[in-house]
């Protein structure tokens, strides 16, 4: 069973409506439902990904991802998309599949309380703040001046963690995690990230950010992007080990969690080029970690963190 923090296969069928999810024999997509099946993903998360080239962001952007997401993907004979917990336990026992829907940048939203709210009522239980570059709410890693939330995003913190909204800290700035992390009443995750002392890349998490989100019993989502896997040479699923021994070194056995980025890269780690290959990778884990550590590396703790976190109601 596997439980997946982030994955960008919204992102395609908004770019190619003519996809089918649900056509074995197509290949266009990493998480297709053939790999979905094969993998037993059991949560799938679905971004909805507002690019940096939509120069002038609006919120229909969001309403043609949620759409496609309702329509072509969460059909309600196969999954049910979680809203909050009971959802999720009918999920855990039961037989078909849960998809939670999340967003990469919260451009489109530009300080309306309303579109936050209509988000969440649509379904929306993550959100990254910024994409790379800056917004109105907070500075992204890319962003050169390399500041944190404005007013407006510290307001944002507070609004989604009444609503039950999960802060996403994967690509923000070094300061904007810090101001994210200071502000957020409740646990804050990065869905798809590295740890930096492993490879040293800008989007990957430095020790004193890991230990935080560990602290603040978070998540760290282990991300199969082969740039911030290895830093020189090719990566490979033994990369990805160097981050797990890593974070579990630093305490995180039960903050670490998977956020695959599936469709959202484009070179692959060998072994894993799609979401039906995480079999390849629980292979590689079970050689070193205890079958109760993997657990939790592949699904527990995303379980148990959504448990806690995802709204009573
Ligand atoms: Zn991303």
């Not at 049910?80 to 919260?106: F, H, P, W, Y």
């Not at 988000?119 to 790379?132: A, D, F, H, P, S």
């Not at 998540?219 to 082969?226: D, E």
């Amino acid at each position: 069973m596997i439980i997946d923090g982030h994955c960008d296969v919204l992102w395609k069928m908004v770019e190619h409506p003519e996809i089918d999810f649900y056509d074995p024999h197509q290949t266009a997509l990493d998480v297709s439902y053939a790999h979905v099946v094969k993998s037993d993903i059991k949560i799938q998360c679905f971004a909805i990904y507002l690019s940096e080239a939509v120069r002038q962001p609006r919120f229909d952007h969001y309403l043609e991802y949620i759409n496609i997401f309702y329509r072509k993907v969460a059909q309600t004979d196969k999954w049910i998309v979680i809203k909050n917990k009971s959802d999720l336990e009918q999920v855990m026992n039961g037989t078909k599949r849960g998809a939670i829907l999340t967003l990469e940048g919260a451009d489109a939203i530009n300080d309306h309380s309303l579109y936050t709210q209509i988000l969440q009522l649509l379904g929306v239980r993550m959100i990254g703040v910024t994409w790379n570059h800056a917004n109105w709410a907070a500075d992204g890693v890319l962003e050169p001046r390399q500041s944190g939330f404005s007013n407006k995003g510290k307001r944002f913190i507070k609004e989604c963690n009444d609503l039950g909204i999960i802060l996403d800290v994967s690509h923000l700035s070094v300061r904007s995690f810090w101001d994210l992390a200071d502000h957020s009443a409740k646990p804050i995750v990065a869905t798809h990230a590295n740890a930096r002392a492993v490879c040293s890349h800008p989007r990957n998490l430095n020790d004193d950010q890991i230990r935080t989100l560990i602290r603040m019993e978070g998540r760290i989502g282990l991300t199969f992007v082969p740039s911030f896997a290895s830093g020189g040479g090719s990566a490979s699923i033994d990369s990805l080990l160097r981050h797990v021994e890593h974070i579990c070194a630093l305490g995180g056995e039960h903050n670490l969690v998977l956020g695959s980025d599936f469709d959202g890269i484009d070179t692959k780690i060998p072994g894993l080029e799609h979401a039906g290959h995480f079999a390849n990778l629980t292979e590689k884990l079970s050689r070193y970690y205890s079958k109760e550590s993997v657990e939790g590396f592949l699904f527990g703790n995303w379980h148990s963190f959504f448990a806690k976190n995802l709204p009573a109601l």
